[in-house]
C-alpha cells in the first residue's frame, strides 16, 4: 500500500518561504512521476508542480512559476517544494501526489495521479 505524508507547513508572512517534504512508503526502489497540488477554501483543487521520474523534467503552474522549486530525492523516497515570496493567496492545502501509470511526460490533471497525501496547510498572513 502506497502512503504519501506531508510535512513542512506552517504560518507565514507575506514574501516568507517554507520547504513542503513529502516521504513516499510502502513502494519504494522504482521512481514515479510526482506532483504538488493546493486546495484553498472553497476552491478545487489545482496543481502547482510535477517533477518526472527521473527528476529531469520540471513543470509549474503560471501561479507559482519562478516562486517555486519541485526537487525529488530518491535515495530517502522524498520530494519536496521549495516556495519562495509567499502571498496570501498561496493559503491553502498543500498535496502530494504520485502516478504510477504515467511515464515519459509529466502532467497536470489530478486525474492521472492515483495516490494522494492528506496535505499540510499553508497560511501565510497579510
Known amino acids: 500500500q502506497v502512503q504519501l505524508k506531508e510535512s513542512g507547513g506552517g504560518l507565514v508572512p507575506t514574501g516568507g518561504s517554507l520547504r513542503l517534504s513529502c516521504v513516499v512508503s510502502?513502494?519504494?526502489?522504482?521512481?514515479?512521476?510526482m506532483a504538488w497540488f493546493r486546495q484553498a477554501p472553497g476552491k478545487e483543487r489545482e496543481f502547482v508542480a510535477a517533477v518526472s521520474r527521473t527528476g529531469v523534467t520540471a513543470d509549474y503552474s503560471d501561479a507559482m512559476e519562478g516562486r517555486v522549486t519541485i526537487s525529488r530525492d530518491d535515495t530517502k523516497n522524498t520530494i519536496y517544494l521549495h516556495m519562495i515570496n509567499l502571498k496570501p493567496e498561496d493559503t491553502a492545502v498543500y498535496y502530494c501526489?504520485?502516478?504510477?501509470?504515467?511515464?515519459?511526460?509529466?502532467?497536470?490533471?489530478?486525474?492521472?495521479?492515483?495516490?494522494w497525501g492528506k496535505g499540510t496547510q499553508v497560511t501565510v498572513s497579510s
Open positions: 501526489a504520485l502516478s504510477d501509470s504515467v511515464f515519459g511526460r509529466v502532467a497536470r490533471s489530478a486525474d492521472e495521479y492515483n495516490y
Open positions: 510502502g513502494r519504494t526502489g522504482y521512481s514515479y512521476l
